[in-house]
């Protein structure tokens, strides 16, 4: 299943810019090329529910977080 939201993007580029990451490292941690992250943080790129969990993981926020389904961070366990 793919997944995309509109909010999707914009936190994602917030997460990579406080971790002060470059895309190119982004791009490397999820096993992609550069071009291939920019466009998913351009929102031009739709991402799968297993890329979604692994970059939730890496930022340490939960997935309805980077979704914008909520403005909690934490991850409920």
């Excluded at 993007?9 to 071009?35: C, D, G, P, V």
């Excluded at 351009?42 to 969990?53: E, H, R």
């Amino acid at each position: 299943m793919d997944v995309i939201f509109p909010v999707f993007s914009e936190r994602l580029k917030q997460l990579r810019k406080e971790k002060k990451n470059t895309q190119r490292e982004m791009a490397l941690l999820i096993e992609k090329t550069e071009r291939h992250y920019q466009d998913i943080e351009a929102g031009k790129i739709n991402i799968s529910s297993t890329m979604l969990l692994k970059l939730a993981d890496y930022f340490e926020v939960s997935a309805d977080y980077l979704l914008g389904r909520t403005d909690r961070r934490e991850i409920c366990r």
